[in-house]
């Protein structure tokens, strides 16, 4: 698959770069001598109306006071627009975060994950967890919202940095919306990521896919038995049926889960997993 094209950051508001400037190219002065005879002209670029502070000299006392008081006030403009800048990206005080960050790392042997086959626990489909981008409005849900009694979940762990993850999950997304099944539907889940990077993510990239945010709870007892952190899952009949290989989860095949056609499937199913690792876990809570 194609690596996933991401952008980068543009500049910070109120960054400022100084140069000194003679006919358009940066010199060297030679000698002190240069340095009395030349313009030397100071620009800042900053978020407001460029100031330029090269005021020439005046030859008598009222241009001086009139020279005096224009530069007075170009220099109040400058430190306002520095002030400004920086009030701009500085957070209020007191502003409390929508979400509080609490990490637990878990303990060896806590964590059994599934094996295909078993029922999901009622926990699981309970589990709270950030939704961005819905478009109900939401800003927190459950597997449970998602539960039907003859719908199959296709669950796509995936995280910002992966490429190939990142065009699987837009490929299932545009699949299961053009196609509007009632019998599948599809879940969007990063993992192994900070909300803030998710957020970041979807700004620069224009990333419009709906999507639940859980570092790796429910990727350590759902998917660690099969896939490595990252990968996809599927739920049917309220039991963890399998963890399919992406690439066999083409249109043909979601249409004959859609109508229920098991027999005819040809998915790819991950086998078991010699050994189990589990990643650490960092819990996004609702600040209370």
Known sequence: MNNFLRGGRGMAVGQSRVRLLADDKVTQLQSDKDLSSRLIIVKMKLPCRRVDLSVPLCSNRGDAMGGLVAYSLKLI??????????????????QEAVRSVKYVQPEEGSITPLYIGDTIPEVFWNYKMPIYLDTLGRDSVCLADFRGDSKVLIIDFWPTWCGPCIESVLKLDSITRNKGYKNVQFISLCVMESEERLEAFIERSKFGVTSLFDFSYL??????RYKEKLGILMIKDGNLWGAPDGRTLTVE??????QGKWEDLTITFMPERDKIRLSKEVRKEHAQ
Do not use: H, K, Y
Request: glycine content about 4%; aromatic content about 10%.
């Open 77 to 94: 403009a400058l430190i306002f627009c520095v002030l400004f800048s920086w009030l701009s990206v500085t957070p209020a005080q007191g």
């Open 219 to 224: 990727a350590n007892r759902m998917l660690a």
């Open 253 to 258: 095949n979601l249409d004959r889960i859609e």
